[in-house]
């Protein structure tokens, strides 16, 4: 038939890799030493420990942590370390920093669980939409990933991408 219509994308050999694919189902939490601080900002050792160790932390069973201080508050370091060895016995995953610090440390574990061999020589594209709250900073990551592997780097969609790199 003369004026058929082919789908030219679905019939190449190009990889579109959806980024939200690697999305780690769970419940995230920001957790902010602060609140244990004599009015945000002082550590007194004796009550801090007494707080750390009276809390429930059974509220925070298999949930991903960004743990910070909100505060100028100057800590030392077994500080955090204390309350990082209370929720490692409940969470999932205790990083320090923003929920943003927490989403990028998910994502790295998921890119470098990746078997690369599948995209190796191949033209690949990256979706550039999504529904979910993806850091930029997994999406250099990711590339930073995928490229000495692949043959040829977009962004975007199949219908309007922009291209990244060629071999």
Request: aromatic content about 12%; proline content about 3%; hydrophobic content about 45%.
């Amino acid at each position: 038939m003369k004026d058929e219509i082919v789908n030219r994308v679905a019939q190449s050999a190009l990889i579109t890799f959806d980024i939200e694919d690697l999305y780690v189902q769970g419940n995230r939490v920001e957790i902010d030493m602060s609140q244990w601080l004599e009015q945000g900002f002082i550590l007194r050792e004796k009550e801090f420990r007494s707080a750390i160790t009276s809390f429930d932390w059974s509220v925070y069973q298999d949930h991903f942590i960004a743990l910070n201080c909100s505060t100028d508050a100057i800590l030392p370091a077994w500080a955090s370390l204390l309350v990082t060895a209370q929720l490692n016995k409940v969470s999932q995953t205790i990083v320090w920093g923003t929920l943003s610090d927490l989403e990028y440390h998910l994502f790295v574990q998921a890119i470098d669980k990746l078997d690369l061999s599948d995209f190796e020589g191949k033209p690949v594209i990256v979706k550039g939409c999504s529904e979910k709250q993806i850091p930029e900073s997994a999406y250099i990551y990711l590339i930073q990933k995928l490229q000495p592997v692949i043959k040829s780097l977009f962004y975007g969609e199949a219908c309007s991408s922009v291209p990244l790199y060629k071999r």
